[in-house]
């Protein structure tokens, strides 16, 4: 994610540290400069994410859902719950911001296809409604998973049964001839526009 | 930066501090003027600085030679001449004078060195080694008041410049004391002769400056009480918040000071937050969190906080409340999944039982819970077989005897296809619990089963041969999960029984990594209205996450916990 901060601001790829707060920039969209959009970085560390995502949610006008596509096998269980908390969060489900799901890190080889990405993450996100769902309630009566019961009850979760606009882009923040090679960000740049 | 105590480099933070300001004086214009662009795009030609400031502070901190102890002769004793320690009435005044003349001119040279100036923490004694100079009586007088008056003034001080001394002495001398060396007689300045008749005192020579103590000081005019500290610890926060370019304290005085102080931009300091901090110590001490974690807490708190700038029409009370509450949220919130039956769908589609060990301290609830846990399994369809891995308590095994017919009869196999939902396996009494436990995965490995439960028995985490024992069925079984019961009406035992508890666990462990303690449950719930202290006192020793929470004897009494009701009940009046 903080790759894909410099890289949009200002096309220059930077060295970067594991995050533990959030960066924040204007940036201006490349077609129309005379609209922009703040652009929030924030920590994805497991101890972190939630708290921010706490304070920033409000203010969201469009998400951006990073993925590594590369280590996605292993980790598909971490993103969708963390997936999962952001879909049903109340006031995520009231604003309904336009998410896009980027699947980075695509200059690797054995990445994964945004397509692959997004089947694999509807069956777990399917799995955990049901798991979510049956978990004991909670102490003062509210359910743990919220009384939003993710997408439509009888059948497979599906992306378009959200009530935001969900998207899947593949980027990569390195570009395919390493360090000094163009970022591979069009279709994160037409998103935004689109969004903006 | 590694974790300071694997280094252990004292000179760490005060690196990372020095770093931080020169590193911001040196790119505060891009900054400023560029805010987070300037960030990416600029260059920050920074290495040859960061090794400077490595540089110095290494050498700052390396190993001083211990300090040598001073011989005899270096010391005070030997330089007290014979002459010095023997009392003649008869000489004395001459002496006063002649010592007198020698006193004022040195004395002028030290006092004119002592002007205020900062603090930094010079310890020099006046009387170093190496001090070589006469002392009467007298001059020890003297020697004490310009102590006392340079350490008021603050002043650094000099060393005195060492007078040469030739006389070294032999043999025994007599003992001076510097306070205690006089008799009556010379106390008492009555004299007999001029009572009564005023211009018949003996002048006494009266030396100015002594009495004044301050040559250079303006005549006529009444000082402060030189306090210095207050200035570092302004500089100190003006330091702290670069970022903020909020209205700092300008030239406003009087009556203008106390609007500053309503309207914010002041910022936190150690002694606002104290007394609110203790407070809030306090009352969480009385809604049963360890005390020991009530002050980490609170100290961690403050160490936060510290410099903050609080904004407008914010009291420290509501910041710092905000803060702890944050913290609370955040200790409470579990950082991993703790989705059991996510974890129990993946074991079921390895074909492998899911295995859930509960251990805890006698009487805390375990296989009540258990039980509970079981119904709330089977209500999501999975078989579950109960291991009665408590061979010692009396009772137990019929125990789990009965909740298994009764969860049967809840659940028959009619309605689940045919197959029993819950079965226990049991070898009765006095057997090895780790040998109970391990057959009883293989059988439900063979059956079919999707849970196993292993109930083991209770033991206090001082007992060594219980623990261990414990520890071996946790290290021969592997179970995918273990849970600590504890109950929540435990006070500050909480936070012994979980370290002992994982101690006992990773001593025992043969494997590189042991298996501790996964989660815990939080029992009892029930019986405490708000004092809820003891979920904070748990997770905050273990880090780890309280997976269920037990509110009272029937099956439906499971609960998950819910973070911020929690801490709204903690921080309720």
Avoid at chain 1, 88 to 116: E, F, G, H, W, Y
Wanted: overall charge positive; hydrophobic content about 40%; charged content about 30%.
């Amino acid at each position: 994610k903080l790759c894909l901060f410099p890289q949009l601001l200002s096309g220059r790829y930077r060295d970067t540290q594991t995050s533990i707060t959030d960066s924040s920039a204007v940036y201006r969209l490349s077609q129309d400069k005379s609209t922009s959009v703040t652009l929030i970085d924030l920590p994805g560390h497991e101890s972190l994410r939630l708290q921010f995502l706490e304070r920033f949610k409000a203010a969201a006008r469009a998400i951006v859902f990073v993925v590594d596509s590369v280590a996605f096998q292993r980790e598909v269980k971490d993103v969708a719950e963390f997936l999962y908390q952001v879909l049903v969060d109340s006031t995520v489900l009231r604003n309904a911001p336009a998410l896009l799901i980027a699947c980075n890190k695509q200059d690797v080889t054995m990445a994964k296809s945004a397509k692959l990405i997004q089947q694999q993450l509807e069956k777990e996100l399917n799995t955990l409604r049901v798991t979510r769902s049956a978990a004991p309630t909670s102490l003062d009566g509210s359910a743990t998973g919220g009384p939003a019961q993710l997408g439509k009850k009888g059948k497979d979760f599906d992306f378009s049964q959200l009530p935001m606009k969900v998207e899947f882009v593949e980027c990569s923040a390195r570009g395919s001839k390493g360090e000094e090679g163009e970022a591979d960000l069009e279709g994160l740049e037409k998103w935004l526009v689109k969004v903006a | 930066v590694g974790f300071q105590k694997i280094l252990t480099l004292t000179y760490v933070d005060k690196l990372i501090d020095d770093v931080h300001k020169e590193f911001r004086d040196k790119y505060r214009n891009e900054f400023q003027q560029k805010g987070a662009l300037g960030l990416l795009n600029g260059t920050f030609d920074f290495k040859d600085d960061f090794m400077r400031l490595l540089r110095d502070a290494e050498e700052s901190s390396k190993v001083r030679a211990p300090t040598v102890m001073k011989t005899f002769e270096q010391s005070l004793k030997s330089q007290k001449t014979v002459k010095c320690m023997i009392e003649t009435r008869g000489e004395k005044p001459k002496e006063k004078v002649k010592n007198k003349k020698n006193k004022g001119s040195k004395k002028d040279g030290t006092e004119a060195v002592a002007v205020p100036s900062k603090a930094s923490a010079a310890d020099k004694q006046p009387s170093a080694a190496g001090d070589k100079e006469e002392l009467t009586k007298d001059e020890i007088l003297q020697k004490n008041r310009e102590e006392f008056f340079r350490r008021h003034m603050k002043a650094g001080e000099k060393s005195r410049s060492p007078k040469p001394d030739a006389q070294k002495e032999k043999g025994k001398k007599p003992r001076v004391w510097d306070l205690g060396n006089s008799n009556a007689k010379v106390l008492d300045y009555s004299n007999s002769a001029t009572n009564g008749s005023a211009e018949a005192c003996p002048v006494e020579e009266f030396d100015p400056d002594m009495a004044l103590g301050d040559k250079n000081r303006e005549p006529g005019r009444l000082y402060d009480l030189e306090y210095e500290s207050d200035d570092e610890g302004e500089e100190e926060k003006v330091v702290q918040n670069p970022s903020k370019p909020s209205v700092k304290k300008g030239g406003l005085g009087g009556m203008f000071g106390m609007l500053k102080g309503l309207v914010g931009s002041k910022s936190l300091t150690r002694d606002d937050m104290d007394p609110v901090l203790e407070k809030m110590k306090d009352h969480l001490i009385a809604k049963n969190v360890a005390a020991e974690i009530a002050v980490q807490l609170c100290e961690s708190v403050a160490k936060k906080l510290e410099g903050k700038v609080m904004g407008t029409f914010t009291t420290v009370t509501s910041t710092v409340k905000q803060a702890l509450q944050e913290a609370l949220v955040q200790i409470l919130q579990p950082q991993r999944r703790v989705d059991v039956l996510r974890d129990v769908m993946d074991a079921q589609r390895h074909r492998r039982p899911y295995v859930v060990t509960f251990c805890g301290v006698n009487g805390v609830g375990k296989s009540t819970n258990l039980a509970k846990i079981s119904f709330w399994l089977i209500e999501n369809g999975f078989s579950v077989l109960i291991a009665a891995c408590d061979t010692f308590r009396a009772g137990a095994v019929e125990q789990l005897r009965t909740h298994t017919r009764r969860l049967n009869a809840l659940h028959p196999p009619e309605s689940h296809g045919g197959r029993t939902m819950v079965q226990l396996y049991e070898k009765g009494y006095g057997k090895d619990a780790a040998g109970i436990a391990m057959e009883a995965i293989s059988y439900a490995r063979n059956q079919g089963f999707d849970v196993v439960l292993v109930d083991t028995a209770g033991r206090m985490q001082d007992n060594a041969p219980l623990m261990t024992a414990l520890a071996k069925l946790i290290a021969v079984n592997a179970p995918d999960l273990v849970l600590f019961v504890g109950e929540a009406l435990v006070g500050n035992e909480a936070v012994d029984q979980l370290v002992k508890f994982n101690k006992a666990l990773a001593d025992h462990s043969m494997a590189q990594t042991p298996r501790l303690i996964d989660g815990i449950v939080l029992t009892k719930f029930d019986t405490i209205d708000d004092k809820v202290g003891a979920a904070i006192s748990m997770t905050y020793i273990t880090s780890k996450p309280i997976v269920f929470v037990g509110t009272g004897q029937t099956y439906c009494d499971l609960r998950s916990l819910n973070a911020k009701a929690v801490v709204a009940a903690l921080m309720k009046a």
